[in-house]
């Protein structure tokens, strides 16, 4: 079942320079309880296209629908609960001001749901799935390390109780422990709550282990769309064999599949 | 024998008003002439502050406290003055960093700053040598249009041509250590890649030695001869690259090692953010060459 | 607050900034108390001790009609001070909410309201006040006025940048995709990140708006006699330099610590509040 359907969505800037087109005509549906991944690098078009997912951009032209209903550039309560993000950076996404607490409530605030002692309720449990302690929320992000502010990040999210997670580079800024741990911390979320995922990053190696299908962009345009399996068994795009080809690779065997998908580089 | 960089029993710590933080904790690090060397680690396991430490420059910082020795080219960098440390960096020992546009200045040309480069070796270097030798420079990292760039600025430039430039920079003045802190994380995957095989194949031409600073344990395994894994402060684990990727013992760096994603898509392992195995001592592969 | 006490402790500078400005504030405050006369704040006159040097009765010595200078120099810190937190009180919210709001929402709106902010900052700020002054009636309250009309231009300026900044924190990007209200967005997310920089400029500035002040009242535009005011009591005496000196020297004097002791305070909060871990 198709949870989120984009047609020939499209987003121009204007510039004193001319126009520049972030993204053209992309089209694709992400299913209900799938992880997709968008690939890209720098100029790719993929965070536009993520805020326009979010609805903090307007659109030029094309659709959006959510759950078969359309999804307009003026998002009701219940649109923009239904979507959530989990940003890269985990130090700036948080407002140092304020304590972990606060900006987990931000969403039941906003969306008033429950009352007071029942969004504390919440977030105290929000925190706990993510494993923090929710003795935590009393604190302010400076107090925090990265990792712990990462699981604040996805706590602010799953707080909302959302259908739909956009994840931003959620582990880009993380060393490779941490990473593998909110990996795994994500997909059983994912598991356990029936979420559905459009994990947005640069890294090939992440998207094998986490994403179910993967979309490759390339100068605002979709290149490829296709089954994590066939992308890693069978790229069919010089771009997508160019990003495989440019993957770091820690031991042989997977020297053996980068060199047999894309050949000794 | 005597190696390019000799570092032996080097401690760290920071001073503050009511505290004193130790960073390093004895760091033992040889690198022979020619040879390409990685420092492999998390943030905050002192893999950076290594890197000012050889360049001079944190003994300059009036709350670092530094101790042990660190030899280049048989001279003890702690025990030189700060003029003969400051001569050292950009002629006999330089720096590639993360960030290749942020470490050339916007308001001059590239032409400019490596003339600039140039003139820290030779000082009256004729107008007309020098664009000679920046050109030749510049070819040699494969630009395209050599003239060109050197007439543009910085921010005319893409990322990767930046880094390229600043490889070209690094290695003009034939350096006997270069030190390259992260070079290309800030650049695009594809970029990065292409700029760290250009960078391997220039070094190995010039037969200039290499400090590698990374967290990428597949980037450090493309580029290093041999490998030091540093973890809070100490060397945990090192020998020839080859040997240690085959073999990781040290419980550190095999957790490091297994929470690698990989392309092969082995799923996603179970590995502790900590554990008290991780303090466990060192341990060499083989011996150094 | 106590990490903060102790980055201002470790500079003896502002240190002793903050004890000058705890020390100027209780004099202020005590100034009915510990006035040697207390009753020479008024249109007191005692010839008989008329324009006296320094001495034992009379510490700064006294005026041409005799009145003591050390007390009127309390009671016009009393003046100075309230001057300050007046104007500081109406400019700094005004300034703030402008420039919070020019900075949060771009577009059209911020530029009408930051070209406004630019005609008030283009015009020299003493000049705005004397002009004001020339048409207003000289009384403290329109000198307030004054200074408040030309102050807070420099608020809006500052907060505007900040929040220009703040903006593409990620912190704001998250409230916008909750859907947070713009309210909530400038005063609950951005506002806080902003405070520090005001606080900081706030105490820089409680010593020039003393400065503008006292200029003011320097040229007969401010507070008129009888009511001591350090601008003023420099005016008076400069006429009898150099031989009543202390007519003009303990105000002016009195004009300096105050000044000093607000801006070394100020540098150390914004040691303070620069420091962000």
């Given at each position: 079942m198709t949870l989120l359907s984009i047609k020939e969505l499209s987003k121009t800037f204007r510039t004193p320079s001319g126009p520049v087109h972030?993204?053209?005509e992309v089209s694709f549906a992400v299913n209900q309880g799938e992880c997709l991944a968008i690939v890209g690098e720098s100029g790719s078009g993929k965070t536009t296209l993520a805020h326009m997912i979010l609805g903090v951009l307007a659109r030029t032209s094309g659709e959006l629908s959510f759950d078969e209903q359309p999804l307009p550039d003026k998002r009701t309560m219940a649109n923009r609960q239904s979507i959530q993000l989990v940003q890269q950076n985990p130090l700036s996404s948080l407002n140092p001001k304020r304590t972990i607490g606060a900006s987990v409530r931000l969403g039941l605030d906003t969306y008033q749901i429950g009352d007071k002692s029942a969004r504390w309720k919440t977030v105290g449990a929000a925190l706990d799935a993510v494993?923090?302690?929710?003795?935590?929320?009393?604190?302010?992000?400076?107090?925090?390390?990265g990792g712990q502010r990462q699981r604040v990040g996805i706590a602010r999210a799953l707080a909302c109780n959302p259908r739909l997670l956009v994840l931003d580079e959620p582990t880009s800024a993380l060393d490779v422990l941490v990473q593998a741990r909110i990996l795994q911390l994500l997909n059983t979320l994912r598991r356990e709550r029936g979420l559905t995922y459009i994990f947005i990053t640069h890294d090939l190696a992440v998207v094998r282990n986490v994403a179910d299908r993967v979309a490759v962009f390339q100068s605002g345009q979709l290149v490829e769309l296709n089954s994590t399996d066939a992308i890693f068994t069978d790229p069919q795009s010089t771009y997508t064999r160019q990003l495989i080809g440019a993957v770091p690779v820690v031991d042989d065997t997977e020297l053996a599949l980068r060199n047999k998908l894309v050949g000794n580089q | 024998m005597s190696s390019v960089l000799n570092i032996n029993n080097l401690t760290l710590s920071f001073k503050t008003l009511m505290q004193r933080v130790d960073v390093l904790h004895g760091i033992d690090l040889r690198i022979e002439a020619g040879e390409k060397v990685a420092l492999v680690g998390e943030s905050g396991s002192g893999k950076s502050v290594t890197a000012r430490i050889i360049l001079g420059l944190l003994q300059e910082t009036r709350s670092a406290v530094v101790h042990g020795s660190v030899l280049f080219d048989g001279k003890d960098i702690n025990t030189l003055t700060r003029k003969e440390r400051a001569a050292l960096r950009g002629t006999a020992m330089s720096m590639i960093f993360q960030d290749p546009s942020s470490s050339l200045n916007p308001v001059f040309t590239i032409g400019h700053q490596f003339t600039e480069v140039l003139k820290r070796r030779e000082a009256k270097i004729s107008q007309a040598d020098c664009k000679k030798r920046c050109l030749k420079a510049l070819i040699e990292v494969a630009i395209p249009e050599p003239a060109r760039v050197l007439s543009s600025y910085p921010f005319q430039l893409s990322g990767g041509m930046n880094q390229r430039v600043m490889i070209a920079m690094a290695l003009a003045n034939q350096p006997s250590l270069l030190l390259a802190d992260?070079?290309?994380?800030?650049?695009d995957v594809s970029v990065q890649a292409q700029t760290l095989k250009l960078m391997h194949k220039m070094v190995t031409n010039h037969n200039t030695a290499v400090l590698f600073i990374s967290h990428n344990l597949g980037v450090v395994r493309e580029f290093a001869d041999r490998v030091y894994v540093i973890y809070r402060g100490n060397i945990v684990e090192d020998g020839p690259t080859a040997a240690l990727f085959a073999n990781p013992t040290h419980p550190y760096t095999r957790a490091l090692m297994a929470a690698v994603p990989r392309i092969t898509g082995t799923g996603l392992p179970q590995v502790p953010e900590f554990s008290d195995e991780f303090l466990a001592p060192r341990v060499s592969h083989g011996v150094n060459p | 607050m106590i990490r903060a006490l102790r980055i201002l402790a470790s500079n003896p500078l502002s240190l002793f900034g903050l004890l000058l400005v705890v020390l100027i504030v209780l004099v202020a405050i005590l100034a009915p108390w510990i006035?040697?006369?207390?009753?020479?704040?008024?249109a007191v006159v005692d010839f008989a001790f008329a324009n006296k040097a320094p001495g034992a009765r009379n510490w700064m010595g006294t005026d041409l009609v005799g009145r003591d200078i050390f007390s009127r120099i309390l009671y016009a810190y009393q003046i100075s001070l309230t001057l300050g937190i007046v104007v500081l009180a109406i400019a700094t919210p005004i300034g703030t909410v402008v420039g919070l709001i020019a900075g949060y929402s771009g577009g059209w709106l911020g530029t009408v309201l930051m070209r406004i902010v630019d005609v008030f900052l283009s015009i020299p700020p003493l000049v705005l006040a004397i002009a004001m002054m020339g048409v207003l009636e000289p009384t403290l309250t329109n000198a307030m006025l004054a200074v408040t009309v030309m102050w807070w231009p420099w608020y809006a300026r500052l907060v505007y940048s900040v929040a220009r900044s703040e903006r593409e924190e990620g912190y704001v990007l998250a409230a916008e995709v909750i859907g947070a209200n713009t309210a909530h967005i400038t005063f609950r997310e951005i506002l806080p990140n902003c405070l520090p920089a005001i606080i900081t400029k706030m105490t820089l500035d409680m010593g020039f708006v003393i400065i503008i002040a006292s200029s003011l009242s320097f040229l007969g535009l401010g507070v008129q006699p009888p009511t001591p005011d350090l601008g003023s009591m420099v005016a008076e005496g400069a006429r009898y330099l150099?031989?009543?000196w202390w007519l003009t020297v303990f105000p002016g004097l009195a004009i300096l610590v105050a000044v000093f002791g607000f801006n070394l305070l100020g540098d150390g909060l914004r040691d303070v509040f620069g420091v962000d871990e």
């Open positions: 972030a993204v053209r494993g923090l302690e929710p003795s935590l929320g009393k604190r302010v992000p400076a107090t925090l390390s | 992260e070079p290309g994380t800030a650049l | 006035a040697p006369f207390p009753t020479h704040n008024g150099p031989d009543s």
